[in-house]
């Protein structure tokens, strides 16, 4: 089939699926996302000693968020015409710049231009990370995505406890220690960048049939651009759903049931935690039961859960938060490949614009989140964002993997 024929191109010419090339793309996905998740983890610290408001708060958000992911379909669009393998570490560099300043940033503004640097990072990072899993995934595009995706997850997940042992004990300067994060994530993509390099020269000619894109009807055009556009929309409002707990929740425990910054970070790690775990098991169920009904049921699925979270006690949250995270969570990487077949010829862009272009317009709902909760309070603000995820009813507009296979004949 030719859709066969158009993803086959960008994996190894040997067409087997690199482990470890997967794993260690992974783990530096983690290393990446705990940095920049360390941000907003560190946000009771940054109120504290600078006296930050919500809104405050939300802009920093905003400024990391907006960065590390507008600038990713741009990346993608360029890499996909000329790849670029030491993109990767290059980027982690700014990372490591970003970690330096924040660490000694004595003000808002500072620490503004601190998450700007580790946002560019992050961006440079994302979608070319996506290719080299892509390409690495031989005939396991869904399980590949995992791998990848997996690691950001958990390195999100990391955050709250990373900041418990080092912020909360150390103080802002505490992250300085992450410059030696960053460090590792630079040896071990220099490593990545070398492998990256010979697959391009290895598999020049059939890149060069990749690149011909999507061809079809108008009508098929028409499907594609639609799905795209909705695509985005559903990442979009999950990932304000996303921001508003792991921005503000631990604000909402805090007020409601007097927990300490660390006690409250221990649910924000739960959520992360399970959301890495249903990230993982997301790529091998959507290749077995079907990409689209594994997005439907990651938004409609976890509904009804979150539209509880803010009537019941602190224990039964614990349990609700765990299932939250990994139902909702499950479509991280599946989002992906989804877009990936979509549009098989552009995998650097479709895949800087979901996971990069849809999070930057999360952000901006981190900042109208910040300015809710300073106008309305927290438990009204929780009563919005707990409302999102019912908008995965929109998913039903969205191909099935039939038509996706029509589509690409």
């Known amino acids: 089939m030719q859709l066969q024929q158009k993803q086959v191109p960008i994996a190894s010419p040997e067409q087997k699926t690199m482990y470890n090339i997967l794993l260690i793309i992974g783990f530096v996905h983690l290393l990446n996302d705990a940095i920049q998740a360390v941000v907003p983890a560190m946000f009771p610290i940054l109120q504290q000693s600078m006296g930050l408001t919500f809104t405050q708060l939300g802009l920093i958000a905003f400024a990391l968020n907006l960065t590390s992911s507008i600038i990713q379909p741009v990346v993608g669009f ?10 990767l570490p290059i980027g982690l560099c700014f990372t490591f710049v970003g970690v330096l300043g924040i660490a000694f940033a004595p003000s808002f503004s500072l620490v503004l231009i601190s998450v700007i640097f580790i946002g560019l990072g992050s961006a440079t ?11 690495a995934a031989g005939n396991r595009r869904g399980f590949a995505q995992s791998i990848y995706q997996v690691g950001g997850n958990a390195g999100q997940a990391l955050a709250p406890l990373i900041t418990v042992l080092i912020i909360v004990p150390f103080g802002q300067f505490g992250s300085i220690w992450f410059t030696l994060v960053a460090a590792l994530a630079i040896g071990l993509l220099i490593y990545i960048a ?6 391009v020269q290895l598999s ?20 594609v651009l639609f799905a795209i556009i909705l695509l985005v929309f559903l990442v979009f409002a999950r990932s304000w759903f996303h921001a508003g707990i792991s921005n503000f929740y631990v604000f909402y425990l805090m007020e409601q049931f007097n927990f300490s910054v660390e006690k409250a970070l221990i649910y924000i790690f739960i959520f992360l935690g399970a959301g890495a775990v249903g990230t993982l098991a997301g790529g091998p169920l959507a290749d077995r039961f079907g990409k689209r009904n594994i997005l439907m049921i990651s938004m409609l699925g976890s509904a009804p859960l979150a539209l509880l979270l803010p009537h019941v006690g602190p224990v039964l949250s614990y349990v609700l938060l765990g299932a939250i995270g990994f139902i909702i969570l499950s479509s991280f990487s599946v989002s992906v490949v989804y877009a990936q077949e979509l549009v098989p010829g552009k995998i650097g862009m479709v895949s800087g614009l979901i996971v990069g272009l ?7 709902g981190s900042v109208a989140l910040g300015v809710i909760a300073d106008w309305v309070g927290l438990t009204n603000t929780m009563l919005l964002v707990v409302s999102l995820p ?6 039903f507009f969205l191909p099935t993997d039939e038509k996706l296979r029509e589509i690409n004949k």
């Open 78 to 87: 360029y890499t996909d015409k000329k790849p670029s393998p030491y993109a």
């Open 204 to 223: 020049a000619k059939k890149q060069r049939i990749e690149k011909a894109g999507v061809q079809g009807s108008r009508e098929t055009r028409r499907i």
């Open 125 to 135: 990072f994302h979608p070319e990370g996506s290719r080299v899993a892509y390409m």
């Open 390 to 395: 019912l908008l995965g009813i929109l998913t």
């Open 194 to 199: 070398r492998w990256y390099k010979e697959q």
């Open 358 to 364: 849809a999070f930057g317009m999360g952000a901006i």
